[in-house]
């Protein structure tokens, strides 16, 4: 998908939808909120950008006028936790993913499930918004014998705690497809999390397995070559002889 830029999308009158894709990575991979200006009345409303690899149209949560007045919004786009989407793209890609209708329906599911324990609880003003899956905000509560964080950024042996999570719920679930959204809705995945995902899949997983194989040996492709790109430039350049 292209990106467009802020000015792109004020010098353009006649565009009132408006995507966006959630970047947040890593540990800070998660929902992102900013507030705008209430529509005919004093006060904020609430825009939430779910943690998705599919783009979401903040045009249906707040018009362009309440948008382009958002001082969070803008500090949201500077941050590059979300990056504007070219809209004729976003709404392609919306129709031709594979995946693109099973994850709008779940993140539509999540958000009733919100908003249904928010009125069991007497919570009102739940925003009209989408919600991520709490699983992908959650790091995995699974005991792991011998298991210990190699690191501060979420991984267990290597492998990111939010993949452990997810494999172990596939395994319950069945559903493959909804679990390969979740792991593209995760952000930046190294090789070792691709290599567990395809090597601790069910059985019957021959979906989700298949794809994660492919994955990890792109992303190993990706690397050698990346490595290689380096290493070529670092090499030191060769006096020409007479």
């Not at 599911?109 to 919570?123: F, G, L, P, V």
């Not at 596939?170 to 493959?176: G, I, K, M, Q, V």
């Not at 995945?189 to 989700?208: C, G, H, T, V």
Request: glycine fraction near 4%.
């Amino acid at each position: 998908m292209r990106t467009i830029t802020l000015l792109d999308f004020e010098r353009d009158s006649t565009a009132m939808s408006l995507y966006c894709l959630n970047a947040t990575k890593e540990r800070k991979r998660g929902l992102v909120f900013f507030s705008v200006p209430r529509a005919g009345g004093s006060g904020l409303e609430t825009v939430t950008v779910a943690a998705t690899y599919i783009p979401v149209e903040l045009t249906a949560q707040a018009s362009r006028d309440q948008l382009l007045a958002s001082s969070d919004f803008r500090k949201a786009l500077s941050k590059r936790d979300i990056v504007l989407v070219n809209s004729d793209d976003a709404i392609n890609f919306l129709k031709t993913d594979p995946g693109a209708q099973i994850e709008l329906e779940r993140l539509q599911n999540s958000h009733e499930h919100m908003r249904n324990i928010m009125k069991a609880t007497d919570i009102e003003d739940l925003p009209e918004t989408n919600i991520v899956d709490p699983a992908l905000q959650e790091t995995s509560n699974l005991a792991l014998d011998n298991a210990q964080l190699t690191s501060d950024d979420g991984r267990i042996n290597g492998v990111l705690a939010s993949v452990i999570h997810l494999v172990e719920n596939l395994r319950e679930t069945r559903a493959d497809q909804e679990a390969i959204n979740s792991v593209r809705s995760l952000g930046e995945i190294s090789p070792s999390d691709y290599k567990y995902m395809y090597k601790n899949a069910p059985e019957d997983a021959k979906l989700f397995t298949s794809w994660a194989r492919q994955q990890y040996q792109n992303s190993v492709r990706s690397s050698e070559e990346s490595r290689g790109t380096q290493q070529s430039g670092n090499r030191p350049k060769q006096r020409d002889r007479k």
